[in-house]
């Protein structure tokens, strides 16, 4: 049994889309280009044709991949969401007390996790620890080098 993944409404609708352009649109534009690479000749030593051929292939494990990401997927309306403890679509501010520092992160699920500094996913070691905790409690964090940190939850809210 496949993964249930946790995402918001607009995470959701993203991947609809990106499904979507990819079915549509990026399959007519590789088969045009596997079809002007054929009338090149010989295929092979055809390497347009071979390009074309690995990128088509890259688009089908991508939409089958995100076939399966839309089949799993539990969508969390913000509608729905609470401050009064931490679910993916939240914003937290969080402290550390070895360092007296304070960052704030957007709780998002491995689905929508990129290169964006300021969010952390619900499967991080972070994310999965803080994950039904309330404003005020005590977090021990298992890092992957096997210490352990604490972050106290400083605020929860709600940013779209």
């Not at 088509?56 to 990401?69: D, N």
Request: hydrophobic content about 40%; glycine content about 4%; aromatic content about 4%.
């Amino acid at each position: 049994m496949a993964k249930e993944l946790i995402m918001t409404d607009a995470s959701y609708k993203a991947l609809e889309q990106e499904l979507e352009m990819l079915k549509v649109e990026k399959r007519q534009e590789i088969a045009e280009k596997i079809r002007v690479a054929r009338g090149f000749g010989d295929l092979s030593e055809n390497s347009e044709y071979d390009e074309a051929k690995n990128e088509q292939a890259l688009v089908e494990a991508r939409i089958a991949k995100l076939e399966e990401q839309i089949k799993n997927a539990k969508v969390v309306s913000y509608a729905h969401l609470s401050t009064d403890t931490i679910s993916v679509g939240t914003t937290i501010r969080i402290k550390d007390l070895e360092f007296d520092e304070e960052e704030s992160y957007r709780l998002v699920s491995a689905v929508e996790s990129g290169t964006d500094m300021n969010t952390i996913t619900d499967e991080s070691p972070v994310g999965a620890a803080v994950i039904g905790h309330k404003v005020g409690d005590v977090v021990d964090v298992q890092l992957p080098s096997g210490d352990t940190a604490k972050f106290e939850i400083l605020d929860i809210t709600l940013e779209k």
